[in-house]
């Protein structure tokens, strides 16, 4: 969650809002400066409203700076999670096809963005909150004197204590939450065939499923509110005791004078709005330490597909046999990559022998090597049409760009194609093997 800040502009709006509410915390100065002048009309001056205004006033600019940059700091921290997955993805060629792995990886992508959303929304509305409540505490305190600090501070340790307690009652139940929400989440991808064609008996189970993992979460949402609820309503009525307290001991004492109670009629408005405030914040601890669990959980779950995945490096043996198309001789693929620059071969044997699997370890990280998979989701190729006129068209784009490549890997390059696509497709392979080395995996063969 920390990395946030790392990201171009959170700094800057961090300063920016702190500088807000420094300046807003001055006007309490400000205010009270301005009642013990007002009480001497022989050395008031006009202009002392004129500051007042000022200072008044001062909080706007660097509060508009923080709301700008904290806009571009959203923007920039949405861009990280694209970059984050891009480099997540980036080369894991065992991943190609695995569906399981890539709904995963979709639905924690989803949940990382959610929680960008939720922890940049959740800074913009507190941290000037929380400073305000700082500055103005301690602006208020020297103000008013040594002991309304003392009751305020006493106040705020009671409030400091729902950052603890409700977070330490409820932290198992929130981890529980934030995985069946994504328990939910691969639920709904990992079912989308499914639920699209409605086969029975799937189609039930998977909505049962997804149905099982929401009301899982309602529950757990549920049983840490009715916590949450009871433990704000106790701590917010401790926090009021050592303030209230005080000022009865001082109204009994007759330790209120004239200045005092001026400024304390001026200010109580803003200390009623401290502790509001303070009661916010109390909801926003807890938000908070929610929200660092999801966070938590959140990394623990894509460390696990950090872990370096190779490819299945299966001995072969005698199953995989590498056969010139033209002269139907048979050799090994040692030989092949040795002696052939060009040329057209066929990877030939049975299922599960592992020819995809050679093909991915031919591919490699050779800029040169073209890998075309059967099934190939690619956006540039944006063709509208069945599934032959898309391969095709794959093909076509190869012969057109044969030239820069030294190898050209097609698995199963002929699967869904009629007749007709098949003779078209053989011709452009034919072509191709012309001027670099082709070694394809046939679907009909």
């Known amino acids: 969650m920390l ?18 509410q420094v300046c807003a915390a001055a006007t309490s100065w400000a205010l009270v400066d ?26 706007y600019l660097p509060g508009f700076v ?28 065992a991943w190609v096809f695995n ?6 990886v979709f639905a924690l992508q989803r949940e990382h963005v959610g929680l960008i959303e939720e922890t940049t929304r959740f800074v913009f509305l507190n941290f000037p909150a929380m400073l305000s409540l700082v500055f103005n505490s301690i602006a208020i305190g020297f103000l008013l004197g040594q002991d309304i600090i003392l009751g305020m501070i006493a106040g705020f340790i009671i409030s400091a204590c729902q950052f603890f307690l409700a977070p330490y009652l409820t932290e198992k139940m929130q981890k529980q939450k934030q995985e069946t929400q994504y328990e939910t989440e691969k639920s709904l991808l990992g079912s989308w065939q499914t639920l699209t064609l409605k086969n029975k008996p ?15 979460t309602e529950e757990l949402s549920n049983r840490i509110f ?24 001082k109204f009994n004492g007759n330790q209120l004078d004239h200045v005092f109670l001026m400024s304390l009629g001026v200010l109580l408005p803003r200390i009623l709005q401290i502790f509001n405030m303070s009661s916010n914040l109390i909801l926003a601890g807890q938000a908070l330490q929610a929200l660092r669990i999801k966070w938590l959980s959140f990394e623990e779950r894509l460390s696990k597909h950090y872990k370096i995945e190779r490819l299945d490096d299966r001995s072969t043996g005698n199953l995989i046999s590498i056969i010139d198309t033209t002269t139907k001789a048979s050799s090994s ?3 092949v990559l040795a002696s052939k620059t060009q040329g057209r071969f066929l990877v030939s044997g049975p299922n599960g022998s592992g020819k995809s699997t050679l093909c991915l370890n031919l591919k490699g990280d050779k800029e040169h090597v073209f890998y075309l998979p059967a099934k190939y989701e690619n956006p540039a190729f944006d063709v509208k049409g069945s599934t032959g006129q898309l391969k095709l068209a794959e093909l076509k784009w190869l012969a057109e760009n044969r030239l820069n490549y030294s190898m050209i890997l097609l698995d199963e390059w002929d699967a869904n194609l009629d007749a007709d696509a098949t003779a078209s497709g053989d011709s452009l392979i034919q072509d191709i093997a012309k001027n670099c080395l082709v070694l394809e995996v046939r679907h009909k063969i």
């Open 226 to 249: 009715r916590i949450e609820a009871l433990a704000n309503t106790l701590v917010l009525i401790a926090s009021f005791i050592p303030l209230t307290w005080i000022l009865f001991i």
């Open 66 to 93: 923080g709301n700008y940059f904290y806009h571009l700091w959203t923007a920039f921290a949405r861009s990280s999670n694209v970059k984050l997955f891009t480099d997540l993805i980036d080369g894991r060629k």
């Open 333 to 335: 693929i040692e030989d």
């Open 202 to 216: 799937f189609y039930q189970s998977s909505l049962q499923n997804i149905l099982g993992h929401t009301t899982a």
């Open 3 to 20: 990395e946030l800040f790392k990201i171009k502009y959170g700094k800057s709006m961090l300063l920016a809002f702190t500088v807000q």
């Open 99 to 104: 569906t399981k792995q890539r709904d995963d």
């Open 34 to 59: 301005f009642i013990k002048e007002a009480t001497d009309p022989q050395t008031f001056h006009v202009s002392k409203i004129l500051v007042l205004i000022v200072i008044a006033i001062s909080p």
